[in-house]
C-alpha cells in the first residue's frame, strides 16, 4: 500500500515533468496537467481491498448524490457476458468520474471489463501480487450524460471457470467543473454476485426404447433424466410443441455448435419429454436445460441420422407394442387395437390380432421415433421370427416427431399367441415389442 503510493507520487512528478517539458502551455496555474485526471484517473482507486479511492486528491464537495451498479445478476455462469451501466446522480454537478474493478475473494481479477465505446477505457495494476483491471472515465467520458448524472456503460464478461463470489468495486467523482481537485464528491460501492449454482446431470435417451447410451436423431423423441429439473409437471397442450414450459427451456447444441431450442411435450422434475430439433447436426451434442433463464442441467447426446426405437403401451421400451393394426378388407381401411387395459394390474396386455380370412391384408402400424430419415430399401422387420415381406415407414400425421412402421404380418403366424417384432432400420435394431395373433 505504501510502496503504491509513493510510486504513484513518482509516477505524477514523472508526468508533470514530461508535460511540463512538451506542453507547458496547457498548464493550469497549480502546475497539474490541465487534463490527465479528468481524462481518467491512475489505476487501484476503486476502494477494494489494497486500494485507495478518488478521496486521495479529490475532497470538499458538497454531499447528497447517488452511486449505483445496474445490471449486475444475482448469479454468473461461465463466458456469460452482461452489459453493465454505472451511474452518478448528484444535481447541480458538472462533471463525472469513476473507476471499476471486479474481483475474487481473493484479490483477483475475476473476468474481463470491456469497454463500449469512447466513455470508457480500460487499464491493469498489480495490488498486493494481483493483477488487477480497472475501468474508467476517458476525457470525453466525464461530461454528463443528463443533467446532474453522468453513467458509463460497459460490458463484464465473466471467467471460463466460476472463481467463487465475485466484486464490482467503484468509486466515483461528480465534481463542480473546475478541472481541479477540490470541492468535488467521491463516492464508493461495492456489489458482489454469486456463481450459478453446479449444473446437475440430464441423461437424454429414446422416449421409445429408453435404451441406455443409444444414438439419437434429429426430430426424434427423447426422455432427459434427472432430478430438480422442473418446479411442476406440465405438459405442451399446442403443436408446434412449445419451447418453454413453467420456466424451463431445453437446447440443443450440435456438433457445429449451433444452438437451437427444443420442443417440449412435458416437463416434470425428474424427466423432461423433448424433441431434437429440426437440422441438429450429426456427432457429438450438449443438452442444456436452463430454468428460469439460469442454466440447471447439463448432458451430451451422440447425433445420427437414424435411430430406431419402438413405443410400447406401457412405456417400459419391451412389452406389447403401442400400434394399431391396419386391415384392409374389400378394398375397405379399418384400425383396430393390439393392446387393451388391465384394470387388475393397471397394465396393456396383448390383444390377439385375428389375421382374418387370407383375403385380408392386416398389417401392424408400429409407431416410432428415430427412423423416418430411414430409406424404404433400408428398413427390415420380423414378427415371430419370419421375415415381414412389406416394411414401410413414414412420420405419422399430426405429431411431432413420431413416426410409423407399417409391417404386413405374415400370415405364417396364425395361433402363435405373443410373438417378438424386430425392427431395423439403417441396419440398427430397435428395441424388441410384442404383439399376439390369433
Ligand atoms: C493523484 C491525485 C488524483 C487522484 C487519485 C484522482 N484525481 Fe481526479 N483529478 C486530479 C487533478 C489534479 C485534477 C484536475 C486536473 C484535471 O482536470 O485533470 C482532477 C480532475 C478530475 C476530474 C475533473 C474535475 C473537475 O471538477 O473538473 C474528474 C471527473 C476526476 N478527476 C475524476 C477522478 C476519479 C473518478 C478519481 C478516482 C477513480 C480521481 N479523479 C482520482 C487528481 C486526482
Redesign the pocket.
Known sequence: MKNFKIM?IQL?KLTIIVSLAALSAIY?LNG????????G??PS??GAPGES??R???SGGPTGGTLSINGLPTNYSPNQEIILTVTLAQAGR??????LTAIDDTGKRAGDLIPNDSRTQTQTNNVNGNQRQYI??TGQG?APTSSGQGSWTFRWKAPAQSVGRVTFYV???A???????T??T?YTISQSIQPAPALTNIASVSAASFAPNASLTADGIVAGFGTGLSQNVVQATTVPLPTQLDGIEVLVKDANGVERPAGLFFVAPTQINYLIPAGTAGGNATITVRRNGVDAAQGTATIEPVAPGLFTSNASGKDVAAAVILRRRNNIDTFEPVAQFNAATSRFDPLPVDLGPDTDVVVLVAFGTGFRAAAQSAVTASIGGTASTFVGVAPAPGFEGLDQANILIPRSLIGRGVVDVVFTANGKTANTVQISVK
Open positions: 504513484r505524477l493550469s497539474a496537467p490541465a487534463e490527465a485526471f479528468s481524462a484517473p491512475f482507486l476503486t479511492s478518488c486521495e486528491c479529490h458538472l462533471r463525472f468520474g469513476f473507476q474508467n472515465h466525464n468509486a466515483g467523482n465534481a463542480n467543473g473546475n478541472f481541479n481537485q470541492g468535488d467521491i
